[in-house]
């Protein structure tokens, strides 16, 4: 498929598709065209049985700089309203494969929100990330005031969202909101290589297990155990389960079928 805004390689790595984010010159401002490419890329790759695991990425100096303020800036909620953006958001949520971002400079706004949505994110040293919206007049709208403060807590959280201020990669790690930290000519080859990590695993397994994990952001504790049991039983009708147990104990790499 032919996209204006987003570069697409599905086999970047051994099972591994990249998504980058191509609108260097606006900082990777998230138009609606932007995001609906998103989209429409994810539904392609999580469709793609060669494809285990998905990395997202902007450019060194920015991930993405947030909601395109000029497309929003003349928008009346009436307007928001019926554009609907947030459904296209919902669609990426419900990518089964797992989804690492792999992050360099701006992430704010949208971009934060968008690296949030993601399970997974390695950052350069130089990443900021951010909720600025509070700076134009509005506030966070895709997700910034929930699943920030889930990873991050409520004070800091608070703090963010309440004044704009961007926090660097090193107060990220400490928060809780990134997996790693590493020079800024490493990032994305960290982010193949743990995606490349996660590809070997069974690609069933690994899509139960994070269906768990996400379950525990919509769910009371007792019903995300009951979810989690229940994945976990299912797996015990798959060839990789009985592949993964017998590879153990004849202590050899198990060779996984997605099957
Ligand atoms: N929207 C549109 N254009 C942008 C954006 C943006 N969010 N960010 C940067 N740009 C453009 C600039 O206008 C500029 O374009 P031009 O050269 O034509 O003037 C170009 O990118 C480069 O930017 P700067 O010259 O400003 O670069 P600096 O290095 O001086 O500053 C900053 C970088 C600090 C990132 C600065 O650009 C900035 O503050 N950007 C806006 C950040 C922001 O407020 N983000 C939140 C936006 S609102 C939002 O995300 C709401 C999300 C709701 C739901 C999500 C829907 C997708």
Redo the contacts with the bound molecule.
């Keep these: 498929m032919a996209y204006e805004f987003i570069l697409v390689d599905a086999q970047v790595a051994p099972c591994v598709a990249i998504i980058q984010l191509n609108r260097p ?3 990777n ?2 138009n609606l065209q932007l ?1 609906g490419e998103i989209r429409d890329a994810l539904l392609d790759l999580d469709a793609n049985e060669s494809v285990r695991a998905i990395v997202i990425t902007g450019n060194d100096r ?1 991930f993405a ?6 497309q ?1 800036a003349g928008r009346t909620s009436v307007d928001m309203l019926k554009i609907d ?1 947030f459904s296209t958001w919902d669609s990426i949520r419900k990518t089964k494969k797992p989804l690492i971002a792999a992050v360099s400079g ?1 992430a ?4 934060c ?1 968008l690296c949030m949505l993601c399970d997974m994110i390695v950052a350069s040293e130089t990443a900021q990330f951010g909720q ?2 509070i ?2 007049g ?1 506030m ?3 997700g ?1 005031t929930q699943r920030l403060t889930r990873a991050v807590g409520k004070v800091r959280a608070m703090e963010m969202v309440l004044t704009g201020k961007f926090i660097s990669a090193e107060e990220a790690m400490e928060a809780g909101l990134i997996n790693k930290i590493v020079p800024v000519e490493l990032y994305l080859e960290e982010a193949i290589k743990l995606a490349g990590e996660i590809a070997t695993k069974s690609p069933i397994a690994v899509q139960m297990a994070k269906e768990s994990v996400l379950k525990a952001f919509d769910s009371h504790l007792q019903e995300g155990l009951y979810f989690e049991r229940k994945n976990f039983y299912m797996l015990f009708a798959t060839e990789d389960q009985k592949e993964g147990m017998a590879a153990f104990v004849e202590k050899r790499k198990a060779n996984f079928k997605g099957k």
């Design positions: 010159t606006e900082l401002a998230l995001m920015a700089a947030g909601a395109d303020i000029k929003m953006q701006f704010l706004g949208g971009g929100e600025p919206e700076n134009i509005v966070p709208g895709a910034g």
